[in-house]
């Protein structure tokens, strides 16, 4: 990334609504300048050496004034990084971008505006609200609840109260007593539609409807705070039919997942796309073991003389196919080995790799992929696994005659840098579940947060895949453990609406 700043809006809040081009950015940037109202899990993408700085703005208190901010912009620039000014929404709609974008053209440093999408239309979107609909508005005007010094001369209220389309306040709910006075006085009818979209396109988005003659009122008796977006016009009719977001089946629900971060995707995204607030506490800190490459080495050389090859995760996989592509190994030397498979994530994971499994297992543990490979001749297996990967599958295929070479790839180990916000969360936060994928990443988080916090778990719903995860955590909680029908992620998101 070149040595630029670049000005970019990260949308209103929702994670899919960043654009791909901010989310070059963010990956590639030096500094990261951001503000309150981003979603902090954008941070999770930038570089582990990203300088991070919060400038965050609340209303009017201002924890960083705007000529500072400036400042910053300049003088990283200046010490030849790549910045990027993360803003909430679009830069360019009430977001000071005009502004910073003049300070760094007033000091001849070149920059580039990635345009984001604004609340003023995307968050009412998610309300259910349409800014424009041909039976109701075929205008829409996005009004700043405060102007620059307060002036509200500057706001032309005899011409916006005749409008016939929608009229959007930004940041005006702590002005909404005047805003509705001067809209009623200067003619608007005082039982026009209006709606509140607080914190829009989040989880913890609330519409709240009203009329315009109500609505200070209506701002008093629901305790409505900033962010919130003021909508007047026919088309908040609308909201009652079109509110898609806030009927999902997982809306208002808070869901913990502990997986590494890495493969914490995956799941995510599924619930997600139900409505969940999604937590990450990834107890699992998943790392290459270098040591075993030259091992390996050895076992790839010589791979003919196995005739099976084992895998019970998705991270066996990807950590061996990783050391397999450091060594350019071709994969058409595995036609005479027969590739086994334990569960739909793994064996996903070898698809992505370009091939398929010969034996699977439908049942996540370790025993029922040596019980199938058993239904075959004896031979001997390759078995990439974890440093702490159990031993069942080496014994079962013993116990049978087959020789088992065992091949550690990569590390599992517990993340303790994530233990003080762990009991954090787990202690202040109103989490409904938390999801467990692995005997590790229950053991791990049981020994992150220390025997004595264990108790914090029992608050929650437990979901857990395959037998042995669920008899390794009911060997310490027995209460509000459930167990997920089939070892996916989607029967996982299934038990969840299963229990609401």
């Not at 349409?130 to 500057?154: A, L, M």
């Not at 003619?187 to 009329?211: D, Y």
């Not at 579940?433 to 053991?443: D, Q």
């Not at 947060?449 to 669920?470: F, H, R, V």
Request: charge should be neutral; glycine fraction near 6%; aromatic fraction near 8%.
């Amino acid at each position: 990334m070149s040595n630029k700043v670049y000005i970019v809006g990260a949308g209103p809040g929702d994670y899919g609504l960043i654009t791909l081009k901010a989310v070059e950015c963010i990956k590639k940037a030096d500094v990261l300048v951001y503000d309150r109202l981003v979603n902090p899990d954008f941070l999770n993408l930038k570089k582990d050496n990203c300088e991070v700085i919060y400038v965050g703005k609340e209303s009017s208190n201002h924890i960083v004034p705007q000529d500072q901010i400036n400042r910053i912009l300049i003088d990283k620039f200046n010490d030849g990084k790549a910045v990027v000014r993360l803003k909430g929404g679009d830069p360019y709609v009430f977001g000071r971008g005009g502004e910073e974008a003049e300070a760094l053209y007033d000091e001849g440093i070149e920059f580039e505006v990635v345009p984001g999408v604004t609340s003023a239309i995307g968050g009412l979107c998610y309300a259910g609200i349409p800014v424009t609909h041909r039976d109701y508005s075929s205008s829409f005007h996005i009004v700043t609840g405060h102007s620059k010094k307060d002036d509200q001369n500057e706001i032309n209220w005899s011409s916006l109260s005749k409008e016939k389309g929608t009229l959007i306040f930004l940041m005006g709910i702590g002005n909404i007593g005047h805003i509705v006075k001067q809209l009623i006085e200067n003619g608007k009818e005082p039982n026009t539609p209006v709606a509140f979209v607080s914190w829009a396109t989040r989880h913890n988005q609330k519409t709240t409807l009203s009329t315009l003659k109500d609505a200070r009122e209506c701002v008093e008796r629901e305790k409505i705070k900033a962010p919130t977006i003021f909508v007047v016009g026919a088309v908040v009719k609308l909201a009652d039919k079109l509110n898609f977001f806030e009927k999902k089946p997982l809306f208002g629900k808070n869901i913990a997942i502990t997986r590494s971060r890495a493969k914490n995707s995956e799941l995510r995204k599924k619930l997600e796309e139900k409505g969940a607030k999604v937590i990450e506490i990834p107890t699992i800190d998943i790392k290459s073991i270098e040591s075993s490459k030259v091992m390996i080495k050895e076992k790839i050389d010589g791979i003919n003389d196995y005739d099976y090859l084992a895998f019970t995760s998705h991270n066996s996989v990807k950590y061996f196919f990783d050391i397999l592509k450091f060594y350019s190994f071709d994969l058409r030397k595995l036609a005479n080995v027969k590739l086994c498979s334990i569960g739909a994530a793994t064996t996903s994971e070898l698809e992505a790799k370009g091939v398929l499994p010969d034996i699977t297992s439908e049942r996540f543990d370790a025993v029922s992929l040596a019980v199938e490979i058993s239904k075959h001749s004896v031979g001997k297996v390759l078995f990439p696994c974890s440093e702490i990967a159990g031993t069942a599958l080496q014994e079962y295929l013993g116990n049978n005659g087959f020789a088992v070479d065992r091949i550690e790839v990569y590390s599992n180990r517990v993340n303790y840098s994530e233990r003080e916000r762990v009991v954090d969360i787990l202690s202040n936060s109103s989490v409904d579940f938390i999801t467990f994928t692995s005997s590790s990443t229950f053991e791990n988080i049981v020994e992150l947060m220390g025997a004595e916090n264990i108790s914090l778990l029992e608050k929650c719903k437990i979901i857990s895949i395959g037998d042995i995860t669920t008899k390794t955590i009911k060997s310490k909680i027995n209460n509000n453990v459930f167990q997920s029908k089939e070892v996916s992620m989607e029967s996982m998101v299934e038990k969840i609406i299963e229990l609401l």
